[in-house]
């Protein structure tokens, strides 16, 4: 991909991550554009957030429907009246159908918060404490029909403290999501990042070192 592509961020609640997005699309020489924030709920905070950043913003309420098939239907609706050509996924709370990650393959990105292929799904703070790993952190990844297991775009780590309680090691984990994720998307956008073999090849310049944030 080259130029500037347009972006739509799907949420379901905070948007610390949307709103990491936003700030570096408003960089003139980033290459991703934010035209859309969509939430399945209305009361969704990000959304307040994207509408003062002068974005777009829909909800599409899955309480609506009464399939998978025809909210997805709905949502593909607003992504092309926004002429969105990639989807960053950022605390979505739906589980998307293989159709539509396969319509979108190689076009939509998440953010999880674990060092995938480690705990995959929820509660990845509560499991990575309960194992004992003493470095954790966060992974953006293309989206697959399976969940959390698509190939890895960038990943960043943060050391695991032995008086650290979920919600410590959420905020540190948080704090480099917010990082990673424009830098992910901008390796993306950028063409950088492609697929091959099933996993993501960056090519041109070297990237930084990984960070291990003791920050
Ligand atoms: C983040 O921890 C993200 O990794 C996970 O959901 C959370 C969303 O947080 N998928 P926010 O809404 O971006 O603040």
Known sequence: MSGRHRVAVLISGRGSNMAALIEAAQAPDYPAEIVLVLSNRRDAAGLARAAAAGVRTAVV???AFTTRETFEAAIEAELIEAGA????LAGFMRLLSAGFTER???RILNIHPALLPAFPGLHTHERALAAGVKLHGATVHFVTPALDAGP???QAAV???DDDDPDALAARVLAVENRLYPEALRLVASGRARVAGGVVRISGPPLPEPETAAK
Do not use: K, S, T
Request: hydrophobic residues 50%; proline residues 6%; neutral net charge.
């Open 85 to 88: 050509e990639l989807i960053c």
């Open 104 to 106: 979108w393959a190689g």
């Open 61 to 63: 309420d899955h309480r």
């Open 159 to 161: 050391p695991v403290r």
């Open 152 to 154: 890895i775009v960038a």
